[in-house]
């Protein structure tokens, strides 16, 4: 089953705003990836992360690999109405092991 | 050009029908991998690949096989399709090394009915 917790599950973003989604695990991970999906397409990898503690960016985008290796998070800073899809992390225990994926932030645009 | 190709993009089917999913990829990847999506979820993984002799289950693997016929090619197949198989799946290479990354095909959506 599985093993990421992500939250928010849905968020609304006015453009301009910063936006924060997370994602926690009760086991410890070597590598945390985020990744984007636009509708009707495959995930596109946003940023990957391979060390505890490491903070990483591109572009507007910022994820940090958290000390305890069993959470992480993404920032997407003065959003942007293209910032609009499903975001997932996804880690992996060990290398060569699964890629172990949580449920998705779907980020949407206030009406 | 994409570096990991799905085809078909999209397919119509019916209950009982043989049908395959095929993968291609240029990055030189020696590990491949089948995920489905169902609405609303993540991505579950049915079957992976670390090279051309190597078959693994994932998760969710019944009702489904798997054919690596080169380090670039991964087929998946659906035997006798069911309507719960109706899903978007998603192929997927990586390297091997501590630094592994996916990247991912575009997709297939499938519907049985």
């Known amino acids: 089953g599985q093993q990421l917790n992500q939250s928010p599950q849905s968020m609304f973003i006015q453009e301009g705003e910063d936006v924060s989604m997370n994602c926690t695990s009760s086991?410890?991970?070597?590598?945390w990836l985020w990744y984007k999906q636009d509708p009707g397409e495959g995930p596109v990898l946003l940023i990957a992360?391979?060390?505890?503690?490491e903070l990483t960016s591109n572009g507007r985008l910022t994820a940090q690999f958290g000390i305890t290796r069993k959470d992480s998070f993404l920032n997407i800073s003065a959003s942007i109405p293209s910032d609009v899809g499903i975001y997932f992390c996804?880690?992996?225990?060990?290398?060569?092991?699964?890629?172990?994926f949580g449920g998705g932030t779907r980020v949407l645009v206030k009406p | 050009d994409a570096d990991v190709t799905q085809t078909p993009r999209n397919r119509i089917t019916k209950t009982g029908k043989r049908i395959m999913l095929e993968c291609s990829q240029t990055k030189g990847h020696d590990r491949m991998y089948w995920y489905r999506q169902d609405p609303g979820l993540g991505l579950r993984l049915i079957y992976y690949?670390?090279?051309?002799?190597?078959?693994n289950k994932g998760e969710i693997s019944d009702g489904y096989s798997v054919s690596r016929q080169a380090q670039a090619k991964f087929s998946l197949s659906l035997e006798s399709a069911i309507p719960n198989q109706t899903a978007l799946y998603f192929c997927?290479?990586?390297?091997?090394?501590?630094?592994?990354?996916?990247?991912f095909g575009p997709g297939t959506r499938l519907l049985v009915l």
């Open positions: 992360l391979y060390k505890a503690g």
């Open positions: 997927a290479t990586s390297t091997s090394g501590v630094q592994e990354t996916q990247y």
């Open positions: 086991s410890i991970f070597n590598t």
């Open positions: 996804a880690g992996i225990k060990a290398a060569g092991n699964k890629l172990t």
């Open positions: 690949s670390f090279d051309v002799k190597d078959i």
